[in-house]
């Protein structure tokens, strides 16, 4: 009973408060700011500076939601590779799976945030030059076989000096 | 009876409690979203700009076997809410010896059953005429007569009434009981009212009657009313959104809907206006006392804001014993009154 | 529904839909009423039929598992997990143990955040707008834990044919970030269940209406929390080999009623931040997927699973190129239909649409069997009992 | 005329109607209207059920056959001026149940995208598009509204 009566107090207490003075109001302020000043938008999708043209993206896409398209000035990454290519996304078609985000390969190799994302690419930088040169470590021995049996005689013997 | 007086209290009353009733909406929504621990709309909006913005919309013919008759209803219940008003104004006292609670009572029951009109008079889309083939398929059951909600509604709006709305007219009695006299202004005055001295300082000396027990059972009782005929959660079981029923007013649009918004709104008001005439024993007035009766007047708008964020809508079930309790309520007062 | 006996009683019929508010959903309810009460119902839920089993015909099995997450926005996960579970189990993939954990952790939220759903939506009907919004205000940290964790707050594509997706994957920091927000979660859930519950007047609505018996339970196929409250120990996740580590209980209550109904999901929700909590304190540490399989040709392979509504059932075969071939999906609310219309009966007009509510109706799912006559030239739905013939409850 | 401009800017009714979806962006878009945390009232637009009512139709999932005729008749009964919000993929386009078919073709069973059955004014992409976006699309298109005869 008593236990009643404060729990009933304390209600009509919070309330009270609630009403006069807006008290543990849970409206997000920084929202309301945002979207009263028109800023939500779509996210960027595709962060071009840490994209490095391969393509997987709109491979993988079950919808064609990406296009490849040629780039005017193709950019040299590193010695041996230029990226001649960008990925352009189109919202309306994406079904928002993740596949792309999940087959790019500066996520699925060197596990940095993907250089695409149909929600929140962030602005996340990666410098792709020093991650292009990095050297890939194959830690299991069978898997190393396995790529060494994909690679050509040449590529072979530069590196049979072992991992 | 003083002409000029009269002519202007008719004029004046009504028109400022049709500015203030504007409000009435926002606050309770405003209260009621902080309640929820939201900032909700401002609050001019529901009972403003919403109407106002419905006088500028397209304006269509309502799917009713009398179009007329039905988009008129929302003026009848304004133009009954104002008569409601005059009478509880003391510039109008005795005129026509309709200033009693008799009238008063009678004028609001002809309110109550415009809902039922407005019910039978529409037929919205959600129900029987959406577009949909379910004839074919079928239950095992075959009814005879397909029925639209709005029907239903009418049916229950008619119990309600009768059931629900006894409480209010045990609290319009009380203060009658107590007084001794079923004439408005004869209330007023026995709880102190003198509309020629009237001034904030001689508040004080005034014995509103609900400081007295049975004025307070009384009180009580009318704010079950009051939510009643508003039809206002938790009572408001003839048009809540998400009930299989939803209300007769569906097919109000544009400048009825305005209409209707309005005639709510000034029910809100008016009614609660009454609650203040008959238990501060300040009636509406052109003259320092309008400021504490439209102060006062919001008290119940609150309260019924409040209580409606904190119950769910009631059905039969709960609406009979309740009404019941609190017209018993009403009965004691009566009786406490009488003692 | 009707008894033959029942048969002329209905005096009038209240259609309903496929747009309502009471409703949510486009579905459409047909109550026959006799003065005032509800003698039967029948709810037809053929408009959101979009054919997704015959898009999947043909499809890769990787990119035909897509479309399972889209069948709904509540059972998102379960679907593409069972999916992906029954390609696993037909080809006998091995799965690693971490991702059988992080896929029960997302199934679990699932659960979480459906039942609160569900509780909101019960809330805006009873009429309780308050409650509803505390209700969505507790979904929305589960929400975001979603969203943390797979970067989609509904369709969160958490699954793939071997593991789960490595963006999905819990590494140590977002465990203790999980714990630490399940910890507030479970507080408030505790707190509003308390609230809600003893609130006399929310009790005094809900309680004895829209009462299922055991038997009318069984019978008529109701699965899930809306079985469990009819007094029916039924759980497939005692069956699932992925919940066999944890530690759980089976919510039961016996009354059958809207109220039962309610606190049965309150209090499972509590179970699954269990769960959760196990599961991500013993998340073994190991490579989250397994790349090491081929797809190909595969006989007739069927997977169960408990969905937040119950029983999910997928099955499908595949092609020698791995594409697919029969995709069958039957979902909780599919079966739960005909349940869903007979605790209507017998009650008041005004309880109709709280009590199909209180049996957590989602009907996107669900609509697939409209029959087209070409000879005749019209389209019609089946009937409650060649409905209720074909989803009769599967006795185990 | 001011006044009606600054009052359809200050009062605005929504509606929602879900044409067949996956129910994802009907959770969200119910999210934003009775979340706290969203609030939609905030933005001075109110939830309705009733089309008579209403000044927004917001409009998700991909349009069944079923209930285009519903669909047509709802839109019909709301009194100039309205617009029409298509939410999410399905809206949009019809979403993975038209897309994802590629080669196959889409479902028979879609119409496919809202504009196929009534005029669009807004759309929204996302599967499913997360409240602030719903909320962002709802506020940006009010003063559209304001525009109209
Ligand atoms: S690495 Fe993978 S994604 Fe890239 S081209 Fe090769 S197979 Fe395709
Ligand atoms: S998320 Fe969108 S763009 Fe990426 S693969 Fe899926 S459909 Fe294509
Ligand atoms: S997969 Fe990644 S790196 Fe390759 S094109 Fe797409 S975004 Fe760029
Ligand atoms: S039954 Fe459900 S999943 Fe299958 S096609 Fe119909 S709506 Fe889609
Ligand atoms: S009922 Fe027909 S159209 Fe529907 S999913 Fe099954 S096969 Fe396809
Ligand atoms: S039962 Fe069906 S509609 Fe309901 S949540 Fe599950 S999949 Fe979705
Ligand atoms: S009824 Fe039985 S045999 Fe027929 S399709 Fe269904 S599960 Fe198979
Ligand atoms: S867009 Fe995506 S989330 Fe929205 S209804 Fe369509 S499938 Fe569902």
Known sequence: MREMFVFMIKGAYDNISRILFATGRKTSIPMRNKILSGQVTYPQVVNDDSCIGCGACANICPVDAITMVDMEEPVRITEEYVKERRPVFDPMKCMYCFQCHDSCPIFAFYGKPSAIHPRHVGDSKVNLKELLQRPIVIKDKKEFEEVMNLLDEKAKKLLEGGI | MNWPDFVLATIFVPLIAFIVSTWVPGIMRKIQARIQQRIGPPVLMPGFWAVLKFMYKERIKPVSPLPRLFHSIPLIGIVLMFFIILLTNPEWDGVLGLTTLVALAGLIKVEETLYIVMGNLSDNIMSVRMPYPDLVSGSVMKAKVRRNFEKISVTRAFKLITVGSFPLYLGLFVPAVVAGSIGIMSIAKYQGFEIADFTLRGMYEMNPLILTVPGFIGAIAYFAGYLVILNEYPFSIMHTKADVIEGPTMEYASVSRAGYYLMREITMFVMSSVFVTLYFGIPPTLNLAMVPHIILAMILPVLAAIASAFSPVLTFRQVYPLSLGFSALGVIGVIVAIL | MADTDRKDRAEYEVPLGIVHSALLEPFRTRLFVDDETVVDAEITYDSAHRGIERIMEGMPVQKGLIITERICGICSHIHLWNGTRMVEQGLGIEVPQRAHHIRVIGNELERIHSHLLFLGHAFEILGHETFSMRCFMLREPVQNILFFLSGNRVHYTISVIGGIRPRADIDKEKRRTLLGMLNSLEEGCKNFANRALKDSLIVSRIKEIGYLSKDDAVKYGALGPNLRASGVCEDVRTRVSEYSNFDFDIIVYDGGAVLDRVACRVFEVLESIKIIRQALETLPDEEPMNVDFEIGEMGFSTSYNEAARGEIYDSCALDESGRIKNYINRTPSMSSISAMEVSCIGDHLTDASLIIASCDPCLTCTNRITVVDENKGREYVLGPDEIRSMTRRRRI | ?149
């Not at chain 4, 139709?57 to 209930?67: D, E, F, N, Q, R």
């Not at chain 4, 993929?89 to 019809?94: L, R, S």
């Not at chain 4, 929204?124 to 602030?132: F, I, T, V």
Request: charged share 20%; proline share 9%.
């Open chain 4, 1 to 149: 005329m001011m006044l009606k401009e600054t009052s359809r800017k200050n009062a605005v009714h929504i509606m929602l109607v879900y044409t067949g979806g996956c129910n994802g962006c009907d959770i969200e878009v119910v999210n934003a209207v009775l979340s706290p945390f969203y609030d939609l009232e905030q933005y001075k637009v109110m939830l309705t059920w009733n089309p008579r009512e209403a000044d927004i139709l917001a409009v998700t999932g991909p349009v069944t056959k079923k209930i285009a005729p519903a669909l047509k008749e709802i839109y019909d009964a709301i009194p100039e001026p309205k617009l029409v919000a298509a939410i999410g993929a399905c809206a949009t386009v019809g979403g993975p149940y038209a897309n994802l078919g590629g080669d196959l073709g889409s479902s028979d069973q879609i119409i496919g995208g809202v504009e196929k059955v009534i005029p669009v004014d807004a759309k929204l992409p996302g599967c499913p598009p997360r409240p602030e976006d719903i909320l962002q699309v709802v506020a940006s298109v009010i003063p559209l509204l304001a525009e109209k005869r």
